[in-house]
Nanobody, 119 residues
Framework: QVHLVESGGGSVQPGGSLRLSCAASGFNFDSFAMGWYRQTPGKARELVSTITSLHTITYEADSVKGRFTISRDNANSMLYLQMNSLKAEDTAVYYC????????????WGPGTQVTVPS
């Protein structure tokens, strides 16, 4: 049974940094590409960044390029998102998941972790 739990969010001043973590279980983590997504109230969930099972970063949203870095630890089934130079527009609930051709692996999604950057 797939299980994804995000953590590491919080409130940080503009220009600050946070590191998000995602603990994965219930599937062969090292066989799947993984991604970070984010969502703000009233908007669709958007893809932030993706990484292959072999640690190649394959996507970064234009809005986070040069500021956010995705990484993973296959031995411990963990996914990370290092977020630097945070801006008010980064405020959102952040989720992890495994992107598939026609959706995501865990359709129920995890609880997410709230990131708040005051304007």
């Amino acid at each position: 049974q797939v299980h994804l739990v995000e953590s590491g969010g919080g409130s940080v001043q503009p220009g600050g940094s946070l590191r998000l973590s995602c603990a994965a279980s219930g599937f062969n983590f090292d066989s799947f590409a993984m991604g970070w997504y984010r969502q703000t109230p009233g908007k669709a969930r958007e893809l932030v960044s993706t990484i292959t099972s072999l640690h190649t970063i394959t996507y970064e949203a234009d809005s986070v390029k040069g500021r956010f870095t995705i990484s993973r630890d296959n031995a411990n089934s963990m996914l990370y998102l290092q977020m630097n130079s945070l801006k008010a527009e980064d405020t959102a609930v952040y989720y992890c998941n495994a992107p598939l051709r026609d959706g995501v692996l865990y359709s129920a999604w995890g609880p997410g972790t709230q990131v708040t950057v005051p304007s």
